[in-house]
């Protein structure tokens, strides 16, 4: 049996509810408290399926609400696991609607949990997944991307706040019109009784959830003073566990408002006993609300006046936020064939940047549809024609231990060493460890006039863990101190880049991807004839490079 052909992923468990009244708001729509309760069930019932023990939420990523879901509709929730580390995994949730008279459908949202499996008398270490299609394959791979992503999160929100000009125009703002924000604000107790615990004790995450979408609510209907709708969640993060008998703590407040769209903060604390002084901060959550009109169109909301110090922090994080989320739809959540050749960089993006550049690259490599073209001295050509791209993939082995490879070809200030497309590079911005920025001037093409010239993001990776590759990703980007010059045409490259993959003992197999661009693509149309010779010289050259270099890596580099 061919993969993916009646083949269902072993970690894979589907819900479907029929929504009834109990079920929904004042407005005759499923509650979304209600939902996220059905899918931390059906996500947790994944993770377990698959560690073999009780497990935990530790966190849900952001969750983009495109369609609300009336009563009498079904919900369909399809939860399996992405990823394993070592004690935690991510777990990927897709929710659809459907309305049984009808026979239509709707996309409601997706999601990306986190669990981590919980042993009380031994550590556990779970097993890893093995995927099997291409999309658990591409899923599999992007997942430890994902995973960086979210430690750096507070970090990037720190840095954000630090170097760029954050939304400051309170001063600007007539007074008479701004409501205080401690109008909106909300404190809520939940005494946490059995029907609110999972099968190990503890308050059912999901739960947590819908009381905080449910202060989350009172404070924005205070600011709007109308019924507003939940389109995005940013990050539930659980801190630590409560139990049967703790009373929750749930406050909610908004922390600013813009033209169309308000940002409301939850934060959960816990304590056990009405004499304990010590309260447990146990989870937080940023939830955006509009108010539609009846038209669905979004209403224009009041502006908010924040209180001074921690009300004005608040304020200025929520524009930070809002800067984030609009960066990563742009960045990340888009598709690839609707991504702009370059992106301009700047350092509030950085981390979707690099995360796209590695994120993209590991998707063309997982695709299962890839076409041998040739082979001359073990070098291999493939080819991969999709929607509007066409994709080369040159693949060989080379007697260089993995590590050096990578090092190596990290450095692209020596690839005109070896690349006869690279004539000069210099250095722009290393912007950390793992990426860099560079501008790279090429010679002549056949028919052009002037040399081309590039402005490249490069990001780098080591292997999560035993059987990932070593990666060097590459795209265009688009920065004010190097804009396009009349010396040279401006080039672009979509995404490009290195693999590498531990074969054996002073053995890789080092693979290289491209996927070209629309002037490329003329290139190639002129010139099928002598291209594949151009690759095999190139990559043969690369191979001799290794072979020459492979004990005099620079210092700098070794300690890597």
Known sequence: MADGEGYRNPTEVQMSQLVLP?????????????????????????AERHAGCPCVTASMDDIYFEHTISIGQVVNIKAKVNRAFNSSMEVGIQVTSEDLCSEKQWN??????????????????????????????????????????????????????????????????????????????????????????????????????AWMENVATIAASRLCRAHPTLKAIEMFHFRGPSQVGDRLVLKAIVNNA????????????????????????????????????ADDQPRTLPWIRPQPGDGERRYREASARKKIRLDRKYIV?????????????????????????????KM?????????????????????????????????????????????????????EWDKHYRSVALVQQVDEDDAIYHVISPVLSGDAKPQDFVILASRRKPCDNGDPYVIAMRSVTLPTHPETPAYRR??????????????????????????????????????????????????????????????????????
């Open 364 to 416: 063309l490599v997982a695709k299962d549809n890839w076409v041998l073209s040739s082979e001359i001295n073990q070098v291999r050509l493939y080819t991969l024609e999709e929607d509007k791209f066409l994709s080369f993939h040159m693949e060989m082995l080379v007697h260089v231990d993995t590590n050096q490879a990578f090092l190596l070809l990290s450095d692209l200030l020596r690839r005109p």
């Open 22 to 46: 109990c079920h929904t708001n004042q407005r005759g729509e499923l509650s979304v408290g209600q939902l996220l309760k059905w899918i931390d069930t059906t996500a947790c019932l994944s």
């Open 108 to 209: 409601v949202c997706k999601a990306l949990a986190t669990f981590v499996a919980h042993r009380e008398l031994s550590k556990v270490k779970l097993k890893q997944i093995t995927p099997r299609t291409e999309e658990e394959k591409t899923e599999h791979s992007v997942a430890a991307e994902r995973r960086r992503m979210r430690l750096v999160y507070a970090d990037t929100i720190k840095d954000l706040l630090a170097n760029c000009a954050i939304q400051g125009d309170l001063e600007n703002r007539d007074c008479c019109c701004l409501v205080p924000a401690e109008k909106t604000r909300v404190e809520s107790v939940e005494l946490v009784l059995p029907p609110h615990a999972n099968h190990q004790g503890n308050t059912f995450g999901g739960q947590i959830m």
């Open 491 to 560: 080039g672009e490259t979509l995404c490009s880049g290195f693999c590498f993959w531990r074969e054996g003992d002073q053995l890789t197999k080092v693979s290289y991807y491209n996927q070209a661009t629309p002037g490329f693509l003329n290139y190639v149309t002129t010139n099928v004839a002598g291209l594949s010779s151009e690759f095999y010289t190139t990559f043969k050259a690369c191979e001799q490079f290794l072979l020459d270099n492979r004990s005099d890596l620079a210092p700098s580099l070794q300690t890597l």
């Open 258 to 293: 813009f033209k169309h769209s308000m940002e409301v903060g939850v934060c959960v604390e816990a304590y056990r006993q009405e004499a304990e002084t010590h309260r447990r901060h146990i989870n937080s959550a940023f939830m955006t609300f509009v108010v539609l009109d």
């Open 333 to 361: 959540s888009c598709k690839q064939a609707e991504m702009p050749l370059s992106v301009p960089w700047d350092p509030s993006n950085q981390v979707y940047l690099s995360y796209n550049n590695v994120s993209s690259l």
